[in-house]
Antibody, heavy 121, light 111 residues
Framework: EVQLVESGGGLLKPGGSLRLSCAAS????????MTWVRQAPGKGLEWVSS????????YYEDSVRGRFTISRDNANDSLFLQMDSLRVDDTAVYYC???????????????WGQGIQVTVS | QSVLTQPPSVSAAPGQKVTITCSGS????????VSWYQQVPGAAPKLLIY???KRSSGIPDRFSGSKSGTSATLGISGLQTGDESEYYC????????????FGTGTKVTVL
């Protein structure tokens, strides 16, 4: 059974840093691309970042580029999101998800974690 | 403001059919695959449709997807009370600053 479990969320002040982790199990992690998606309170889904299986292709949403860094550890089946210079509008539930690429770009996300709350206030 | 526009809400009686449209442009839906997600409040999204019209594993054939030009459509037939959820379309946008985009979301209500 595919499982994705996020950790590392919390409450912090603007300008702070946080590192989210996502532990994957139930599939061969090193063969799949991964992604982070967030959802602000009462709002819709917003894509944050995606990384392919060998970290050769990485994409960021405009508002987080330069502040967030996605990475992965295939030896330990883990995905990370380093978030720096956090802002109030980064407050959201952050989901990690397994990602499929088409023609070199993220196409769809088939398994999702339960989400982790990040609050910047 | 999302580049993919969906109606805020649609509704129908149990057993009826609803369709949700997702309007985009030549830089997103017009050239890339569309996926659809269902999200119950307080839960993680679930993939329903990928590659425009392929059902994800375990998704009943009451759910269907299609794409034409710069628009995509999700159909839900034989509506059930359990289908009451928020639905999002999504695709890659190959614009000047490319990125993955979700639609504005549609609330489906079973009357």
């Amino acid at each position: 059974e595919v499982q994705l479990v996020e950790s590392g969320g919390g409450l912090l002040k603007p300008g702070g840093s946080l590192r989210l982790s996502c532990a994957a199990s139930g599939f061969t992690f090193s063969r799949f691309s991964m992604t982070w998606v967030r959802q602000a309170p009462g709002k819709g889904l917003e894509w944050v970042s995606s990384i392919n299986s060998n970290s050769a292709f990485i994409y960021y949403e405009d508002s987080v580029r330069g502040r967030f860094t996605i990475s992965r550890d295939n030896a330990n089946d883990s995905l990370f999101l380093q978030m720096d210079s956090l802002r109030v509008d980064d407050t959201a539930v952050y989901y990690c998800a397994r990602c499929h690429f088409r023609s070199g770009y993220p196409s769809h996300f088939d398994y999702w974690g339960q989400g982790i709350q990040v609050t910047v206030s | 403001q999302s580049v993919l526009t969906q109606p805020p809400s649609v509704s129908a009686a149990p057993g009826q059919k609803v369709t949700i449209t997702c309007s985009g442009s030549s830089s997103n839906i017009g050239r890339n695959y569309v996926s659809w997600y269902q999200q119950v409040p307080g839960a993680a999204p679930k993939l329903l449709i990928y590659d425009n019209d392929k059902r994800s594993s375990g998704i009943p054939d009451r759910f269907s997807g299609s794409k034409s030009g710069t628009s995509a459509t999700l159909g839900i037939s034989g509506l059930q009370t359990g289908d009451e959820s928020e639905y999002y379309c999504a695709t890659w946008d190959s614009n000047l600053t490319p990125g993955f985009v979700f639609g504005t979301g549609t609330k489906v209500t079973v009357l």
